[in-house]
């Protein structure tokens, strides 16, 4: 007989779940269920660092850049997701559990990880108001997709190369190749 099956969670029950658990495992709630997130890679790790680093330089405040971002949406309780790096103007307030008001949210693809997060975090992602872009940064090769918010419809670019990305969420191109800076793919 395996394991007791987990009931639906909204997040404040996930939240109380999630510091229960090992430190080594992180989650993210999807659907009321608690989803274990796979370990990055060396590659992955890299390319969140380049990211963080370049958009951070391009930005003016308010607007801030923050790692591992717990992004939620205000309609549903059942989801709680932990981005790879997610752009927010908003002010910082002290016990805020999720990034406020995003603007852009980046995630870095990897083999385990690109289907759950085109099939279901970038839809999730749109769903938020204050989102503008969605930047999708693959880890096996110098490619990128960025989703921009066109009025009501989503328009999407795929880059490769040294192509720049154009993130008017933040007023800034960034270079394609600055983010794989380090990595031998």
């Known amino acids: 007989m395996g394991a007791p099956a987990i009931q639906k969670m909204d ?35 890299q390319i969140a660092a380049n990211v963080v680093y370049e958009v951070r ?3 003016r405040p308010p607007c801030r850049v923050l790692s591992e971002a717990a992004i939620e949406r205000d309609d549903r309780a059942d989801r709680f997701y932990e981005a790879d790096i997610a752009v927010t103007c908003a002010p910082h307030q002290p016990g805020q559990r999720a990034t406020p008001n995003p603007v852009l949210v980046v995630e870095i693809l990897s083999d385990s990880t690109a289907s759950h997060d085109r ?17 999708l940064v693959d880890s096996r090769a110098v490619r990128a997709q960025l989703w921009r918010r ?10 490769t190369d040294d192509a720049a990305l154009p993130l ?12 794989y800076d380090g990595i031998a793919l």
């Open 119 to 135: 099939g279901t975090k970038v839809p999730d992602y749109m769903q938020i108001p204050s989102v503008q872009e969605v930047l």
């Open 57 to 59: 330089r391009r930005l």
């Open 168 to 179: 008017a969420s933040i007023g800034a191109e960034l270079p394609l190749a600055a983010l």
């Open 11 to 45: 997040i404040d029950e996930f939240l109380a779940w999630a510091d229960r658990q090992e430190p080594d495992t992180r989650y993210e709630l999807v659907g009321g269920q608690p989803r274990a997130m796979n370990a990055c890679s060396q590659a992955h790790s």
């Open 150 to 159: 066109d009025g009501r419809r989503w328009i999407v670019e795929d880059f």
